[in-house]
Every structure is written in C-alpha cells, then in structure tokens.
C-alpha cells in the first residue's frame, strides 16, 4: 500500500527535531531507521501529516563508555551495536538481544532507541533494558533534558512516557563490573519473527551460589515484565538445575500475556517458566 502524504524535515541537532515536533504537534513523527514507522504507515495505521528525520543528528548515533554507565545514542542501529567492542565488552545482554532482533536488513537499517521507542511488548530490547535498569535520556523544548527510569518509560502496548515534544536522545545502560554472566533465551515459531516469549538474564555468581538475578520477560504484558518474584527466589540460592528450576516455576507470577496467533495465554506462562530457567542456568554458567 502506499502511504498517506506528509511534509518532511531533516533535523541538524536534538534542537532542531524538539522544535519540529513542538511545531507540528501529535502531527509529526519521528523517523530513524523507519522500521516500524514505515509499515505502519503503508498499512495507514498512522497518519503523520510531518516526518522528523533523525539521520543527521550525529549526537545521536555514538557509543561511549563512562564510569558506571554504557552510553548507547538512540540514533545507533542495531548492526552497530552488535559490531561495537564497548558494548561487547561492557553491555553483552544488549548484544545477545540484538542479534536476535528480525533479520540483517532491519538490523541495518533499525535504531536502538527506534525499537525501545516503539515499545511493542513482543520486542527483544524492552525486557534487557527493563532487566538492567536501564536510564532513558529525552530532550525537550528549552534544551531541557530528563532521565526516566526503564521501569516507568514503557507505559502501556506501543506507548512510552516520553511527551509529545520529546525526542529520546540516549539510553544509559549500568556497567555492572565483573562477576556477571548474561544470556538471552528467544521462542519463536519461525525465524526472524517477533518473540512468542523471551528472558533477558543477568546473573552474579559467587562460587556455587547466585549472589542476585535480574530477569526481564518479553511478550507477557502490555510492557516488559521484571520476574521480581524469580529475583527475589533466585537471590542466595545454589546455582544448580534444581534450584534454578523452582524459582523459574514463579516466572509468570504477575504477568497477564496475551492470546493471539503466537499462542494462548497459559502456553505462554509455560515458555516463560521453560525459558526463565533456561536463561538463569546459562547466564550461570551451569
């Protein structure tokens, strides 16, 4: 299909995009990669009357190291992530996530904060950003700049705090230093497909013990799910199979997954028990 008409404006700077969107009201649009927003648009589910293009805002495409934090721009696309040694090294659940995010094609031409910002339940970066307690930085009018928590930024289905007049400009992610082990566990029917369920695990060991677990939990709500129930179980306990098993068995407390075509409703509260101990025993090293 071919989508509705719309002006187009190719912002310099953060300034420059938070004065469009100011302008131009719930009228306008943020494109980046144009991953999501372009089917959307074809589809005319959408009906931007102004797309604010990204492209060029340089701030927003680097990767940088800081003391406590890994600093991704939300401009950043996903084959940049994944081929980024900071990120590697210092934020490996981000990358264990984005290789599983569709195929090559979108992964060039995706954004990081394009994704998160789309906020489907069903995406792979919501739950290990959810999981890491990650720091979205937004812009808005008057250079003024805002820092939302992961837990409160993803609101409802394919809806986020960020204001109408704010642009997402970076994601801070913690450096959480030695001793961590990570792994992201995907169920999905075919490949490439959006997650039926997916566990984001960051797990400190100490000896044969779990020091403490983060788990997120993609597809089982209108947002991304922390298994706190998992955390707080998993929290002292010994890193084996049995062990892991009993907690992972609280993995679906809390949630409220949907039924659609990827499954029913308690098949999924099943993958997330399945797979919540499967991502903890590997992000164990057991």
Do not use: C
């Amino acid at each position: 299909m071919i989508p509705p008409e719309f002006d187009y404006v190719k912002a310099a700077s953060v300034d420059e995009a938070v004065a469009a969107l100011g302008a131009h009201g719930d009228d306008a649009k943020l494109l980046a990669g144009g991953q999501s927003l372009i089917p959307l648009l074809r589809l005319r589910l959408a009906y931007p009357t102004v797309l604010v293009d990204l492209g060029g805002v340089a701030e927003m495409r680097t990767i940088r190291a800081e003391a406590e934090a890994i600093v991704i721009g939300a401009a950043v696309t996903h084959a940049e992530v994944l081929g980024n040694a900071i990120v590697q090294e210092h934020a490996p659940l981000v990358a264990l996530a984005t290789q599983t995010v569709a195929d090559r094609q979108v992964r060039h031409l995706g954004t990081f904060g394009g994704s998160l910002s789309h906020a489907d339940p069903a995406g792979d970066l919501p739950a290990v950003a959810v999981a890491l307690d990650a720091t979205f930085v937004a812009a808005g009018g008057g250079g003024a700049r805002r820092e939302i928590a992961a837990a409160d930024f993803f609101v409802d289905y394919l809806q986020t705090a960020l204001a109408p007049d704010e642009v997402l400009v970076e994601v801070r992610l913690p450096n959480l230093g030695d001793g961590w082990g990570f792994h992201y566990e995907k169920f999905h029917r075919v490949a490439q497909a959006w997650a039926v369920v997916g566990v984001a695990a960051a797990v400190r060991r100490s000896n044969d013990s779990i020091v403490e677990a983060r788990i997120g939990l993609t597809n089982m709500g209108a947002r991304p799910v922390r298994a706190t129930a998992v955390e707080s179980t998993l929290a002292g306990a010994a890193a084996t199979p049995d062990r892991v098993g009993r907690a992972a068995a609280h993995a679906d407390d809390g949630t409220d997954p949907p039924s659609d075509l990827g499954g029913r409703s308690d098949y999924r509260r099943h993958l997330a028990r399945v797979l919540t101990r499967r991502a903890v025993l590997a992000a164990a090293g057991t």
